[in-house]
């Protein structure tokens, strides 16, 4: 009997979480990937292409930011995820003003979303809210962040509560209800940082 129960919950369990990862291998190099949309909040000129990265957490590809831009971001068509996960392996590889890569969950559009982000040349993790094309941040927490090395930021969400971590490590875990409701997730940088990402996952919780 504890094991039918136990088998029904796993069925309940993979019936209700749905988790899907990109790796951006499939799409032709010198391209955005396919099934995204791409772009920056406050202008700029933001470049979001699929490139050949031997030396990537699962080869051959990466999705490399190597434009300039206020927040350039780039969102994987038709998510729509209220309570979930998104982690992204990220590599920052230049950049004079800042070297960020980041997350975004609960994407309204370009001017409305939630964002975590680590930077290489500050060395801190950092959460902040979009609101009408104004971000605004809720928090900074020091972490290591070397550059021209892979990192994983992952963010964790459920109603209020957020919680980001880095390379398995929980720097922010606070309430925040300015963005609430479904939205879209998707990878962000900032200014002039050149940032390689890999192995996007995001995963629907009830």
């Known amino acids: 009997m504890t094991k039918i129960i136990g088998a029904a919950a796993m069925v309940m369990a993979a019936a209700t979480a749905h988790a899907e990862t990109a790796n951006f291998d499939a799409d032709r190099p010198g391209a955005p990937p396919a099934g995204w949309t791409c772009g920056s909040t406050g202008g700029g000129t933001p470049s979001w292409t699929v490139e050949a990265d031997s030396g990537a957490p699962s080869s051959p590809n990466v999705l490399k930011q190597s434009g300039k831009a206020p927040f350039p971001w780039c969102v994987k068509q038709g998510t729509a995820v209220t309570n979930g996960?998104?982690?992204?392996?990220?590599?920052?590889?230049?950049?004079?003003?800042?070297?960020?890569?980041?997350?975004?969950?609960?994407?309204?559009?370009?001017?409305?979303?939630?964002?975590?982000?680590?930077?290489?040349?500050?060395?801190?993790?950092?959460?902040?809210?979009?609101?009408?094309g104004r971000r605004q941040t809720l928090k900074y927490v020091d972490a290591p962040v070397p550059a021209n090395a892979w990192h994983t930021l992952r963010v964790e969400f459920a109603g209020p509560q957020i919680k980001v971590m880095l390379d398995g490590k929980t720097y922010i875990d606070l309430s925040d209800s300015h963005i609430a409701g479904a939205g879209a997730v998707g990878v962000w940088t900032k200014a002039d940082s050149v940032t390689a990402f890999d192995d996007f996952t995001f995963q629907v919780q009830p």
């Open 85 to 132: 996960i998104v982690e992204v392996k990220f590599k920052p590889l230049a950049g004079r003003e800042d070297q960020a890569g980041g997350v975004v969950w609960r994407w309204k559009d370009g001017d409305n979303y939630y964002v975590a982000r680590a930077n290489a040349l500050e060395n801190n993790v950092s959460l902040y809210y979009t609101e009408r």
